[in-house]
């Protein structure tokens, strides 16, 4: 067993980890760079803000939504033959968009086909992490979590480059083929060997428990399995969570598509524009590994939810700066600032999922809450275009993105001090039956010094932070 460990851990794991790096940069970080597109392709197809801002948020939306596919895929294809699909259609999918004519075709290639590429390749690389990984996992995840910080770093800062040199048809092109480096990434995740030790395999489901073809009682034990309808119907907790994110969603992700355009149109330059969502990629470079190691501290355990709804509420607040100025040495501020509270909610958004929800029932509740996280993903780029179009002021998109946060954040810290009361207050039996997942600090303790099985869950889930 320890030689098992040791090959698990040997020289390739880093490799794989370098490839993990790599993936969470060309995916994760790539929808932030979208926004110094926005006017261009707004001019180029005659369309509206909330017109525009659908591609965005179909792409972001799929990167999410794809997570219970990814995950059949993997269990039947492996990691290494998930990412590749994933790298291919992602290239594919910019390709393509690189010739579309109308709007409509953008949203097919460069919004569906890519996303859900990007989808397969990080979620899979995430995967893979995780088998190669057991001793020094949470060091490993920390790391891959710097890849993310790095593409939204570099990512805009390319864009700017090549809209200038190649226009957005080239800068597309382009893209295709870095993207395709998630195929390379992919290539070098070797699939696991059948010496490793079964706690170091099971992350992936067994051929046994692997939906059959054609079999409706099989297909709707797999929905179960990655769709936890159950949890959402019994869990209170899992509820107001979920119910709490999916409204702080509308708001959070209007910042990464508006503040390029809101700073050029109060005539911010568009290279020192371009630069702010670079400010906010490099300040995560240190802030979200060190957000992540921080609470996943057993000290925290009990907190988390708190502290999430606090860096949701720091969030909202913050987006109140750009309506007070748009002068560029404001903005700058603003994005540090804006980076703190991102960094938070990246690195605690699944810990807390962790801590509401049974360990044996987190895959599915996680594949249900990224569902439902990616219609708000969906909706809330083209609702926060039609209010500017309908106003004409970049004002209202950030009131509309503090709005949302602010008071889901209130919602979330308020419904957790009640359950919370509730659960002290009652009997044991009574907090049982209405809050199936009462003593989170309690079950974290032990699920911590449980099965590897367990670990995996904990200690791999958040890295796909938003």
């Not at 979200?288 to 907190?303: I, S």
Request: hydrophobic share 50%; proline share 5%; net charge positive.
């Amino acid at each position: 067993m320890p030689q098992a460990l040791k090959r698990s851990e040997g020289c390739w794991a880093w490799v794989v980890l370098l490839a993990s790096v790599v993936t969470q940069g060309l995916t994760l970080g790539f929808p932030t760079c979208i926004g110094i597109f926005f006017t261009e392709l707004q001019r180029e197809f005659q369309a509206s803000n909330s017109e525009t801002s659908w591609f965005p948020s179909i792409l972001t939306a799929m990167l999410h939504a794809g997570g219970p596919l990814c995950s059949v895929l993997v269990g039947c294809f492996g990691c290494r033959a998930t990412m590749l699909l994933g790298g291919v259609l992602a290239s594919l999918g910019m390709v393509a968009g690189s010739f579309c004519r109308t709007l409509g075709q953008l949203y097919l290639t460069a919004g569906f086909i890519t996303g859900l590429g990007m989808c397969f390749s990080f979620q899979s690389s995430i995967t893979a992490l995780g088998l190669y990984f057991t001793r020094w996992r949470v060091l490993a995840n920390a790391l891959a979590s710097a890849g993310v910080s790095l593409g939204i770093t570099l990512w805009p800062l390319l864009s700017r480059y090549l809209l200038e040199e190649l226009g957005w048809r080239g800068t597309f092109l382009i893209f295709g083929g870095v993207l395709l480096h998630c195929c390379v990434c992919g290539a070098v995740v070797r699939p696991v060997p059948a010496s490793m030790t079964p706690e170091a395999r099971e992350g992936l489901p067994s051929p046994s428990k692997r939906p059959s073809r054609g079999c409706p009682a099989a297909c709707g034990r797999a929905i179960q399995r990655h769709l936890a309808f159950d949890v959402l119907r019994d869990n209170v907790g899992y509820c107001v969570y979920t119910l709490g994110v999916v409204w702080m969603i509308m708001g959070f992700p209007l910042p990464h598509v508006f503040l390029v355009p809101y700073a050029v149109r109060h005539g911010v330059d568009e290279h020192k524009a371009a630069l702010l969502i670079s400010i906010i990629g490099f300040s995560n470079i240190f802030l979200r590994p060190m957000a992540g190691l921080l609470a996943g501290r057993r000290e925290f355990a009990g907190h988390r939810k708190y502290l999430f709804s606090l860096a949701a509420l720091l969030n909202g607040l913050t987006n109140l700066v750009c309506v007070v100025s748009a002068d560029f040495r404001v903005l700058v501020g603003y994005c540090l600032v804006y980076s703190v509270s991102m960094s938070g909610i990246g690195a605690l958004i699944f810990q807390v999922l962790m801590d509401i929800v049974p360990m044996d029932r987190f895959s599915s509740a996680l594949g249900l809450f990224t569902v439902l996280e990616s219609i708000s993903i969906l909706i809330s780029p083209p609702l926060a275009g039609f209010l500017l179009d309908a106003t004409d002021d970049f004002s209202y998109v950030f009131y509309m993105s503090s709005f949302f946060l602010i008071s889901a954040a209130l919602f979330m810290g308020g419904s957790f001090c009640v359950l919370g009361k509730k659960e002290r207050q009652g009997p044991r039996a009574e907090a049982e039956g209405a809050v199936p997942a009462a003593a989170p600090e309690q079950r974290l303790a032990v699920e911590d010094t449980g099965s590897p099985e367990k670990r995996l869950c904990v200690e791999i889930m958040y890295v796909t932070s938003v």
